[in-house]
């Protein structure tokens, strides 16, 4: 996931938050650790079915509700909670992710030849 968002930033976008839903955002603890490794705000929403409250985003653009997507999202999607990263955390977390980075060059041989068995 952390790979993810560097790809993003590296696009040029800017990250201030991130938003959890389902199952996963009903832990206050797996939101802080995302908050944690990511270093920014994670917060939930109103709605906790997420992927139901993007279609109904979506399909509030297309009947002409709204007229744009982000129109919509500020009039339909309504925060809840956000919880802060802890600067220590992330700081020991990005020491984890250096290391990490470098491991898939060296394993990627080793990838493919468990993926063979």
Request: proline share 4%; net charge negative.
């Amino acid at each position: 996931m952390r790979d993810g968002l560097e790809i993003l930033k590296g696009m040029g976008t800017d990250i201030s938050r991130i938003y959890a839903c389902g199952g996963g955002a009903k832990s206050a603890f797996w939101r802080q650790m995302l908050a944690d490794v990511f270093g920014v705000a994670a917060r939930t929403v109103e709605c906790t079915e997420g992927p139901a409250l993007g279609v109904a985003v979506l399909a509030a653009v297309g009947a002409g509700i709204y007229p744009t997507v982000p129109e919509a999202c500020r009039a339909m999607v309504h925060d809840r909670d956000e919880l802060m990263p802890d600067a220590e955390k992330h700081a020991r977390y990005d020491e984890f992710y250096r290391v990490y980075t470098g491991l898939y060059p060296k394993l990627k041989d080793s990838f493919r030849q468990l993926a063979e068995l």
